[in-house]
Nanobody, 116 residues
Framework: QVQLVESGGGLVQPGGSLRLPCAAS????????MGWYRQAPGKQRELVAV???????NYADSVKGRFTISRDNAKNTVYLQMNSLKPEDTAVYYC??????????WGQGTQVTVSS
């Protein structure tokens, strides 16, 4: 079982930036996709961004141009750089790992609050 640990959440003002790392507990082999999801109070969990083992990326329309997902395979870590944050970005952010198309693990989540 691969464990994922997110960090980097916190309180930030509108227009600010945060960087969320998600570290896997061990090296992962094979076709892996790593993604970031978020869940706001009273809402369903939604996809924010995903990056494949070939570094192909995909983003939710609501974050395109503001968020960037990247991965460092040597460190078994995926990052979510969030710029120009808005109050509607407030949510718990979760990291997900897929191996060969199947969900293998979720992180415990990190709270991001955008407020003045």
């Amino acid at each position: 079982q691969v464990q994922l640990v997110e960090s980097g959440g916190g309180l930030v003002q509108p227009g600010g930036s945060l960087r969320l790392p998600c570290a896997a507990s061990r090296r992962i082999f094979g076709a892996t996709d790593m993604g970031w999801y978020r869940q706001a109070p009273g809402k369903q969990r939604e996809l924010v961004a995903v990056i494949t083992s070939g570094s192909v990326t995909n983003y939710a329309d609501s974050v395109k141009g503001r968020f960037t997902i990247s991965r460092d395979n040597a460190k078994n870590t995926v990052y979510l750089q969030m710029n120009s944050l808005k109050p509607e970005d407030t949510a718990v952010y979760y990291c997900q790992l897929k191996i060969s198309g199947l969900v293998a693990s979720w992180g415990q989540g990190t709270q991001v609050t955008v407020s003045s």
